[in-house]
Nanobody
Framework: QVQLVESGGGLVQAGGSLRLSCVAS????????MGWHRQAPGKQRELVAA?????????NYADSVKGRFTISGDNAKKTVYLQMNSLKPEDTAVYYC???????????????WGQGTQVTVSS
């Protein structure tokens, strides 16, 4: 089992920044990727950004956040970050950290999710 604990959400004005953190513990040897997803009211959960934890430099972003969000990881601290800049009201959602597998150019997300952290961007 892998446990994930997020922090860093909050209320920010449009154009502002927030940094989310996710600390992993447990059987982290069973995963090689981590990601951030978000779910806005009435919408499906979507992948925002993902990173390989074993191959340096492999990251992927949703088109809607490219150039504004940056995912990074610190293996020593077992932590993944999501730096969010130039935030827009449409970024408002609950953000979830996830842990999974990266293989053959694709990510696979299973049962490992954090509890979620609310991000609200006011206009």
């Amino acid at each position: 089992q892998v446990q994930l604990v997020e922090s860093g959400g909050g209320l920010v004005q449009a154009g502002g920044s927030l940094r989310l953190s996710c600390v992993a513990s447990g059987s982290i040897f069973s995963i090689n990727a981590m990601g951030w997803h978000r779910q806005a009211p009435g919408k499906q959960r979507e992948l925002v950004a993902a990173i390989s934890t074993i191959v340096h430099g492999i990251t992927n972003y949703a088109d809607s956040v490219k150039g504004r969000f940056t995912i990074s990881g610190d293996n020593a601290k077992k932590t993944v970050y999501l730096q969010m800049n130039s935030l827009k009201p449409e970024d408002t959602a609950v953000y979830y950290c996830s842990a999974g597998k990266y293989h053959g150019g694709s990510y696979y997300w299973g049962d490992y999710w954090g509890q979620g952290t609310q991000v609200t961007v006011s206009s």
